[in-house]
C-alpha cells in the first residue's frame, strides 16, 4: 500500500511540474513577443507610426490603413492577439491579430479583415 502511494505522489509532483513549465513558457513567449514591439514602427507610405515603449504606451500618428487609432494608448499582448487602451481609462478597447513575417516587419488584422502592414524604423 505504501509503494502506491508514493507512485501517485510522483505522479502528481510531476504532472505540478509540467503545468508549471508550461505556463513558464507561455510568459516567456509573450515577454519575447512583447521585446518585439519596441521602437518606432511606420507605414510603407510613411503615413502613420506607431511608438511602443516600455512602459505599456504607444502613441499612434497619421493613418494606420483602416485603422482608426491616434493618440497614446496602453498595449498588452496575450497569444497572438494585441489590445489597445485608452490611456484615461475610458471604454476604447481594440484588440486585432499580429504577426511578425521578418524582424522589421509587423502586420496587425482586424476581425473584419483589413490590415496595415508596418516596418521598423
Do not use: H
Not at 518606432?40 to 497619421?62: A, E, I, L, P, Q
Not at 493613418?63 to 491616434?70: A, P, R
Not at 487602451?85 to 522589421?104: A, H, I, Q
Request: neutral net charge.
Amino acid at each position: 500500500m505504501k509503494m502506491k502511494k508514493q507512485k501517485q505522489f510522483v505522479l502528481v509532483v510531476g504532472m505540478m511540474l509540467v503545468m508549471l513549465t508550461t505556463v513558464s513558457l507561455i510568459g516567456c513567449t509573450n515577454a519575447v513577443d512583447k521585446s518585439k514591439f519596441i521602437g518606432t514602427w511606420r507605414t510603407s507610405g510613411g503615413d502613420g507610426s506607431m511608438t511602443f515603449t516600455n512602459d505599456d504606451k504607444v502613441t499612434v500618428t497619421g493613418q494606420l490603413g483602416d485603422i482608426s487609432l491616434s493618440g497614446t494608448y496602453t498595449w498588452a499582448v496575450a497569444g497572438e492577439k494585441i489590445t489597445f487602451t485608452s490611456e484615461s481609462g475610458g471604454s476604447l478597447g481594440v484588440t486585432m491579430d499580429y504577426r511578425f513575417p521578418t524582424g522589421d516587419e509587423l502586420i496587425f488584422t482586424t476581425a473584419s479583415g483589413g490590415s496595415v502592414t508596418l516596418t521598423k524604423a
